[in-house]
């Protein structure tokens, strides 16, 4: 089992910044890709951005591109998702997943673990 929970969510004006962060417990968390999903009512859960185990290969949605980088700190089981010029569509739970790093990095079902998530607002 891994244990996830996510802080660092808040009101923002839109072109504003945040940064988010995922502590792990539990099982080994180094051997995990970790993801960043969202989530808004009524909505499937929406690809953000994931960081592979060992090297480190990042993945990111083409919405937040430019504006969004993951990295991770394996000595301290976090990962962390920074948001830049957020606008107000970026709206929503953010939620943190770990899953194994052979599986569909895009797909919420390739997670087997996710935390409760941090609600993002951005107001305009």
């Known amino acids: 089992q891994v244990q996830l929970a996510e802080s660092g969510g808040g009101l923002v004006q839109a072109g504003g910044s945040l940064r988010l962060s995922c502590a792990a417990s539990?099982?080994?968390?180094?051997?995990?890709?970790m993801a960043w999903f969202r989530q808004v009512p009524g909505k499937e859960r929406e690809f953000v951005a994931a960081?592979?185990?060992?090297?480190?290969?990042?993945y990111y949605a083409d919405s937040v591109k430019g504006r969004v980088s993951t990295s991770r700190d394996n000595s301290e089981n976090t990962v962390y998702l920074q948001m830049n010029r957020l606008q107000p569509e970026d709206t929503a739970v953010y939620l943190c997943a770990a899953g194994m790093p052979n599986r569909v990095v895009q797909t919420a079902a390739a997670y087997d673990y996710w935390g409760q998530g941090t609600q993002v607002t951005v107001s305009s």
């Open positions: 960081i592979n185990p060992f090297l480190g290969n990042t």
């Open positions: 539990g099982r080994t968390f180094s051997g995990y890709r």
